[in-house]
């Protein structure tokens, strides 16, 4: 099954750091981000999880609930946690899945058996850096994939979480590079005319097509 934006995030029951979940669950009424990584004890690895950590209260502002994933035991992630508070300095608190027999990799197609850049010694894929955004009806709204080499920017994962959040409120898209309290752009299907009612504080019409508001933040 190929995943999509709209698709409903698939099931599944996995261990984890925080012991045994059901991912739906987890996941509650909040928003949650599934993100996975090649494997434990690896440089950028270790960099993107601390990161991730020391945001833990950005995630918690948010109600975005965050589970980390590598094809990897409970053992391993387990040792690999001290490492990343010790060098991070943070106390890592969410879920890390052990999917060492890959059902939930191979579920969220999180294997790429043509990515040269990030195979085992013999040859086998690990996991590749992917994300998935999945809000509270339980729907993927974001899908990242980043190279082996690179580790991603969770600046930027915040700043789609305040989108789409802000999004489903009101009837607004954001323009590129924008941040929270930036002007936003009048959705498409709202007329210039409703917009005036629905956004007070005033609505710059640069073109026709493209309509700024102030943040309603
Ligand atoms: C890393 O996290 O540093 C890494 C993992 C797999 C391949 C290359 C780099």
């Known amino acids: ?37 090649p494997a434990d004890f690896t440089p950028v690895c270790t960099t993107e999880l601390g990161l991730v950590a020391a945001l833990q209260d950005e995630f918690d502002k948010r109600n975005v609930k965050v589970i980390g994933l590598s094809a990897n035991d409970l ?24 999917d060492a027999d890959r ?17 085992d010694a013999k040859g086998v894929p690990f996991t590749v850096r992917s994300v998935f955004i999945v809000d509270p009806k339980k729907t993927i709204r974001l899908i990242l994939t980043y190279p082996a080499s690179t580790g991603r920017n969770f600046d930027e994962i915040l700043r789609v979480i305040d989108s789409l959040q802000l999004g489903d409120k009101h009837r607004i898209t954001t ?43």
């Open 75 to 98: 053992d391993s992630h387990e040792k690999w946690i001290n490492d990343i508070n010790e060098i991070s300095n943070v106390d890592l608190q969410f879920p890390i899945i052990a």
């Open 103 to 119: 059902k939930v990799s191979e579920l969220y197609d999180m294997l790429d058996h043509q990515d040269a850049t990030n195979i």
């Open 1 to 37: 099954m190929t995943l999509r934006l709209g698709s409903i995030a698939p099931d599944f029951e996995a261990k984890t750091t925080k012991g045994d979940i059901k991912f739906h669950d987890f996941i509650g009424d909040k928003w949650a981000i599934l993100f996975s990584h």
């Open 175 to 217: 323009p590129g590079n924008w941040k929270k309290g930036d002007d936003v752009i009048v959705h498409p299907s709202v007329s210039t005319e409703e917009a005036q009612k629905l956004f007070p504080k005033g609505v710059k019409v640069v073109r026709p097509y493209l309509r700024l508001t102030p943040s309603p933040f």
